[in-house]
């Protein structure tokens, strides 16, 4: 492999590997945004909308008043408490990362995980039993003129097959 | 005409059970005339299920209020484009409507396949007359459409404004020829599997209902994020809806299996896979079908009269149940010889985009059931909305978007380093350029910018591999006789499947870039204005003209704002944005008035107005949304490239068939 190919290779992963850093420690945007993605539209029409996404008369006079909390002093954090307390936690847009609703983050990358290693065994077990194949065919090809021609026309059928599924192989990449 | 309707639904359900029995017993006792006996029953079926669809049209066109649902979806005011799309605005109609679909499917299946295969076909019209039945006995039993009013009105409710736009007319019925379509596929494999001829005949015999249906599925969730855009006035597409999750999770699983699909066409391999994942795709469309119908789950697309939930849900565990035991009971035919070259091959990428694509659907299934999970056990109901979604699923959406480009470069069976370097070099120098690019211009200073970044970084790795794929087989053909357009037409020409797919993949990654920039660079701004005085937004600045009151129908009165939208001093642009008041309607609906260019939209709404004419006026700046629609026209483009009948590849594939038995056979030697 040159080594221009290896820099490029380096270069690449260390720009997207970095930038996936600072992702985990970027600060939040816009406060009134962040507010109202943080929190359901609790209108009586139960449209089911996040605030942020909701345009109906109940969204908009909430969002006024949202506007007027933020202004007095008061942080995102202490509104949504304030709203829990009055509605419930139905009021949140997302579960919380705490108690039961922690399964609600956990699980759906922890299946991810499972997965992975799931699909890595498999591999291995896949790509193992080919390797085997290929070394019992490398000691039959060994051993061929000594098995006579049934053997020998087995062997050269499996040769020839393999050599027919490379050349189809590159044909079609 | 009513009676006609209602009379067709019983003879269609009559027919349909008469049709299971005689194909059921055709298969099993190998009795060719009851197979013929039952040839007429996916015409006539179809032919009644149609019949009665006409009814309710006319019905609806006629105003005839005597029919409980004309009444409550539509009234004399009612535009036709909308009284022809007020046949699917509620439940009953709707179930009319996919069992219309579903009929008019298998018609085409049985015309196209009645004298292929005798084994498989009569089992898979069993299957997918069972699923009919089971529509056809809920419009009979249940869900009516033909229900009466004893005393009728003079006139009706009216359709749901929101509901009055014409992607309603586009829409659903792109959806349901999704949903509908992977009935096929499904009837195939669980036809397959009971009479055990589990080769590939039955991937082959259905491999283009799957791309088309995939198509379909994935142009609905396009055009309903379309039709959210337009409609629904808040800027956005994609809200994270248990509907539209229900929408998502089939298209997804389906991707899955269009990939794991060509390892058991290409090596013989996966084959309880493949099975497993298209029988999931059609359970995933009923889950679908369940949320919408059962009340379950608060969603804005919830019909109505959400009753329909126990008979779903029985559909659901009997067809998990089926697929289950089918599967179990078949599992030492469907053994298959699994081995692999490498790790680094495009065997494993596409197993890898499986895990990932699951991933993505498990966590989206995940995030949709949790609300009740949390209330089995908690006893507290929850939210789980985009905020949840957004964070899981985007970092595994940058992964698989990463294996889009992966995948298609990579070596089949064992990739070596000079391969790669071969083949990734020059996509990975194109993805650091414009990565470095891109630094300075683009703000990174929240977790969102970051990640759309990294989505730049990849798409440009993504499109770069696949035009230099293009570039490179175009440039093999290229000869002094043949123009460079005509090397690329003949190129895609005779590898249909191959480069629709590349395709698709350009399309996927120009939603991808879209996705990441409105999400992420997007602003928006809201003021009160009075006439002559204007609001700013980036290089523009908006003139609040005037506001006029158009008494539209005797049920719908428009009021509209008027906006001169500037750019450096020139009127580019005059935004019409207004809101409609429907009589007998608590809310008004919001018709936003949208700019649409490559690099932008502004997107203007009217909040609010007063009687001095003073306006509330909101106004977003998206990037990029329009590469969302226009991804979605490439994807067409893509599909209809690899759905496209093609004589060679059946011919290379006979050829290779035949140079394998050759090549195997040790009499040769």
Not at chain 2, 440 to 458: C, D, G, K, M, W
């Amino acid at each position: 492999m040159g080594i221009h190919f290896k820099k490029i290779i380096s270069v690449f992963f260390i720009v997207f590997f970095v930038a996936i850093a600072c992702s985990s420690l970027a600060t939040a945007g816009a406060v009134l945004s962040d507010l109202e993605n943080q929190l359901m539209c609790k209108c009586d029409d139960k449209c089911g909308k996040v605030l942020i996404n909701c345009t109906c008369s109940t969204a908009d006079k909430n969002r006024k008043k949202f506007a007027k909390m933020l202004e007095s002093g008061l942080t995102v954090d202490q509104i949504v408490q304030q709203q829990v307390e009055k509605y419930g936690e139905t009021v949140l847009s997302a579960p919380t990362k705490n108690g039961f609703n922690l399964t609600a983050w956990v699980i759906p990358f922890g299946a991810l995980m499972i997965g992975g290693v799931g699909l890595r065994k498999l591999l291995n077990g896949w790509v193992g039993k080919s390797k085997l194949d290929i070394e019992f065919q490398n000691t039959e090809d060994g051993a061929a003129p000594k098995s006579g021609s049934k053997k020998s026309g087995e062997m050269n059928a499996s040769k020839y097959s393999r050599r027919l599924k490379d050349e189809l192989d590159r044909l079609e990449t | 005409m009513n009676d006609v309707g209602e009379f067709t639904l019983m003879v269609a359900l009559a027919t349909s059970l008469y049709g299971i029995v005689v194909y059921v017993m055709a298969a099993r006792g190998n009795r060719i005339d009851l197979y013929l006996s039952a040839d007429k029953v996916p015409l006539i079926t179809w032919a009644c299920v149609m019949i009665s669809s006409i009814a309710l049209w006319k019905a609806f066109f006629t105003n005839d209020f005597s029919l409980q649902y004309v009444y409550a979806y539509s009234n004399i005011e009612l535009d036709y484009f909308y009284k022809f799309s007020s046949f699917w605005g509620g439940q009953k109609g709707s179930l009319l409507f996919w069992t219309l679909i579903l009929t008019s499917y298998m018609i085409v299946v049985h015309f196209q396949n009645r004298s292929k295969n005798l084994i498989v076909v009569p089992y898979a019209m069993a299957v997918m007359l069972v699923i009919t039945c089971f529509f056809l006995l809920l419009l009979n039993f249940s869900t009516n459409p033909f229900e009466r009013i004893p005393l009728p009105p003079e006139d009706g409710r009216g359709l749901n404004p929101l509901l009055q736009n014409y992607w309603m007319v586009i829409h659903p019925p792109t959806l349901y020829l999704g949903y509908v379509g992977f009935t096929v596929p499904f009837a195939f494999a669980v036809a397959a599997l009971i009479s055990k001829n589990l080769d590939d005949a039955w991937i082959r015999l259905t491999r283009k209902w799957t791309v088309v249906s995939w198509f379909f599925l994935c142009m609905g969730n396009l055009f309903g994020a379309s039709w959210a855009y337009v409609e629904l006035g808040w800027g956005g597409y994609w809200a994270w809806d248990p509907v539209e999750n229900a929408a998502f999770m089939p298209l997804i699983v389906a991707t899955a299996y269009l990939h794991s699909v060509m390892i058991q066409e290409k090596k013989d391999m996966m084959k309880v896979w493949n099975m497993s994942l298209i029988l999931l795709t059609f359970v995933m469309t009923i889950f679908g079908t369940f949320i919408t119908r059962s009340g379950l789950i608060q969603s804005v697309h919830t019909f109505d009269e959400a009753t329909l939930g126990y008979y779903f849900l029985g559909l659901l565990f009997f067809i998990i149940a089926a697929c289950i035991v089918l599967i179990v009971l078949r599992l030492p035919l469907l053994k298959s010889e699994n081995e692999l070259d490498s790790f680094l091959s495009r065997e494993a990428g596409f197993l890898f985009n499986n895990l990932l694509l699951l991933g993505i659907a498990f966590a989206t299934f995940w995030g949709t059931i949790f609300p009740i999970i949390s209330e089995a056990v908690r006893g507290v109901k929850i939210t789980v909305g985009p905020p949840f979604y957004n964070q899981v699923n985007v970092p595994i959406g940058l992964a698989l978007l990463a294996l889009i480009g992966i995948g298609p470069i990579i070596a089949w069976r064992r990739a070596t380093w000079s391969n790669l370097k071969k083949n990734f070099l020059k996509p990975l120098m194109f993805a650091s350029v414009g990565g470095a690019v891109l630094f300075p211009i683009l703000p990174l200073s929240n977790r969102s910018e970051i990640y759309t970044y990294i989505a730049f970084i990849l798409c440009i790795f993504v499109l770069s591999s696949m035009l230099i794929e293009f570039y490179k087989g175009t440039m093999a053909r290229y000869t002094s006789s043949e123009t460079v357009l005509g090397a690329l037409g003949s190129l895609i020409w005779n590898n249909k499947r191959r480069y629709g797919g590349y395709t698709v993949h350009i399309g996927v990654v120009m939603i991808y870039a879209g996705i990441a920039a409105s999400q992420s660079y997007g602003i928006h701004t809201e003021k009160r204005v009075k006439i002559g005085e204007t609001i700013e937004i980036r290089d523009y600045i908006l003139r609040y003209e005037k506001l006029a009151a158009i008494q539209a129908t005797s049920v719908k009165t428009r009021i509209i704002a008027q906006l001169a939208v500037e750019k450096n001093g020139k009127r580019i642009w005059t935004a019409r944005p207004e809101k409609e008041f429907y009589k007998g309607q608590n809310q008004p609906v919001s018709e936003v008035d949208v700019r649409s260019t490559l690099a932008s939209d502004l997107y203007v709404i009217l909040a609010d107005f007063s009687e001095d004419e003073s306006a509330t006026i909101k106004v977003y700046h998206n990037p990029m949304v329009k590469w969302l629609w226009t991804g979605g026209w490439v994807i067409a483009l893509g599909t209809m490239v690899c759905a496209w009948p093609d004589r060679l590849e059946q011919r290379r594939r006979l050829e290779r068939l035949k140079r394998q038995q050759i090549v195997f056979s040790p009499a040769q030697e």
